[in-house]
């Protein structure tokens, strides 16, 4: 009886080991790899900013307590939006 299963395994494949890791191996084979991610960078700034930051959004910021130069940054990274620097430069500003 053991000679019966011995042979039933062999003819059908069952104790065949590389029967099954072949597909295997070229079915994994045939996939690509995953792309990666790329990598995050800053966005590029604004294209509508401004060449010239006005002196009336500089004073508007300067007159809550930042400095020039800090008014000038965020001014000219938000493309001369004096909300959008003030937000920032608040956000900065608070410590936890």
């Known amino acids: 009886m053991a000679q ?3 042979a039933s395994e062999q003819s059908s ?3 065949d080991q590389r029967t099954l890791s072949e597909p295997a191996q070229s079915a994994m084979s045939s996939q690509p790899p995953p792309n990666p991610r790329p990598p995050q960078s ?4 604004p294209s509508h900013a401004p060449s010239t930051i006005s002196e009336g959004a500089i004073s508007q910021i300067t007159s809550m307590g930042f400095t020039r130069e800090e008014a000038v940054e965020e001014l000219t990274r938000t493309g001369g939006n004096v909300q959008l620097a003030l937000t920032a430069l608040l ?3 608070i410590s936890l």
């Open 13 to 15: 494949g069952v104790g």
């Open 42 to 45: 800053q966005p590029p700034p």
């Open 91 to 93: 956000a900065r500003s």
């Open 4 to 6: 019966a299963m011995a």
